[in-house]
T-cell receptor
Framework: IAGITQAPTSQILAAGRRMTLRCTQDMRHNAMYWYRQDLGLGLRLIHYSNTAGTTGKGEVPDGYSVSRANTDDFPLTLASAVPSQTSVYFC????????????FGPGTRLTVT | GQNIDQPTEMTATEGAIVQINCTYQTSGFNGLFWYQQHAGEAPTFLSYNVLDGLEEKGRFSSFLSRSKGYSYLLLKELQMKDSASYLCAASDSNYQLIWGAGTKLIIKP
């Protein structure tokens, strides 16, 4: 693994189903983030983790949950998907908070029908 | 509230210079980032300004005025590969990034 990876690349999901988007980084970064990107809108922060074992809510956390059991992994779970969660989801990491650039994964394109 | 404004779309000619402006309003301020995003790809880091002034990095430069809540990204000697969206993001008091919707830059031969 080099950098930050996400899986799956794309997914079509029936409304009401549960789904976990996976994110793994091998850079030993402390901070990790989940964003969604919708046409015409900026990236919006869903959840973040400043260090392993801690998580926080971003701008649009409703309907999503995260965990950070170790440094490398930061999965995002949709408990019961709704069509408004159709979006491109990006995971990102940074060495820390404050002045550090964020490195982005390739994204997951999710369609909820 | 927190807000980032940047133009939706700009067009420029190959070999020319283009300036993409960004204004921001955030609760606290800990720096201004610019990212490039090609269609269908992830954003990649271009620049970071925390102090007033101009930061130059090859063909790209970024400027910040904290008192005016204003930044710009300057791209020189435009190449076709510079066709992309350019995202402005301000770091707020909690070091979270507030993102603009992006400026789609179209380069014409």
């Amino acid at each position: 693994i080099a950098g930050i990876t996400q899986a799956p690349t794309s997914q079509i999901l029936a409304a009401g189903r549960r789904m976990t988007l996976r994110c793994t980084q091998d850079m030993r970064h402390n901070a990790m983030y989940w964003y969604r990107q919708d046409l015409g809108l900026g990236l919006r922060l869903i959840h973040y983790s400043n260090t392993a074992g801690t998580t926080g809510k971003g701008e649009v956390p409703d309907g999503y949950s995260v965990s950070r059991a170790n440094t490398d992994d930061f999965p995002l779970t949709l408990a019961s998907a709704v069509p408004s969660q159709t979006s491109v989801y990006f995971c990102a990491s940074s060495p820390g908070t404050g002045g550090y650039e964020q490195y982005f994964g390739p994204g997951t394109r999710l369609t909820v029908t | 509230g927190q807000n980032i404004d940047q133009p939706t779309e700009m067009t420029a000619t190959e070999g020319a210079i283009v300036q993409i402006n960004c204004t921001y309003q955030t609760s606290g301020f800990n720096g201004l980032f610019w990212y490039q995003q090609h269609a269908g790809e992830a954003p990649t880091f271009l620049s970071y300004n925390v102090l007033d002034g101009l930061e130059e990095k090859g063909r790209f430069s970024s400027f910040l005025s904290r008192s005016k809540g204003y930044s710009y990204l300057l791209l020189k000697e435009l190449q076709m590969k510079d066709s992309a969206s350019y995202l402005c993001a301000a770091s707020d008091s909690n070091y979270q990034l507030i993102w603009g919707a992006g400026t789609k830059l179209i380069i014409k031969p």
